[in-house]
């Protein structure tokens, strides 16, 4: 059986021998995979060569700040995400409705919805009420995660069952988590 592991591995070996390359290489076996859980936490996460190295790094235009963080810390806290989100009642299939601009939490979600199996509706922070009906209204949204400058806009949007998450709040905001 060859797994997607072990594809990988041989080309890497082989990435200067064309000719050994395609005449070894094999498909990986089909078999379900979870890059999330498969590959970034079991590979990337746990394996001395990488889990410390930069698996994000964000640089804020305005401010010059920057922001790391490792395989290992995003493994650790994407799973927290992933166990608080499952507790929310998200499973897979269900679909998550993700408005954050490019910050940690944003890459912990998307990691975490990826372990779940839960559908990411991408939007960006420029999108009107209006907008944002529609996106919960055509993508089904069962759940959104939004940052607190967000909130206002999902005034009277979405049914009772939708779960409203905001991330790096300072305040209370009523009926979200």
């Known amino acids: 059986m060859t797994t997607f592991q072990d594809a990988r591995a041989f080309l890497l070996k082989h990435r200067t021998d064309y000719d050994a390359a395609v005449k070894g290489f094999r498909w990986p076996d089909p078999v379900p995979f979870n890059w999330a859980l498969d590959w970034f936490d079991a590979e990337l996460a746990h394996n001395a060569d990488s889990r410390d190295r ?6 804020d235009a305005a401010s010059g700040n920057e922001t790391k963080r490792s395989f290992a810390e995003l493994s650790r806290r994407s799973n927290q995400v992933a166990n608080f989100l499952r507790a929310q009642g998200l499973k897979r299939g269900d679909h998550l409705l993700l408005l954050l601009g490019n910050v ?16 990411v509706i991408p939007a960006t922070t420029l999108l009107t009420a209006d907008e944002l009906r529609d996106r919960l209204d055509r993508g089904k949204a ?20 939708l779960s409203r998450i905001v991330v790096g709040a300072t305040q209370t905001h009523e009926g979200w988590l």
């Open 104 to 119: 940690v939490p944003l890459w912990e979600t998307m990691l975490a919805a990826m372990k779940l199996g839960v559908v």
């Open 54 to 59: 930069p698996a994000l790094w964000i640089v």
């Open 142 to 161: 069962k759940a959104v995660v939004a940052t607190q400058d967000q909130v206002a806009k999902f005034a009277g949007l979405g049914a009772g069952n």
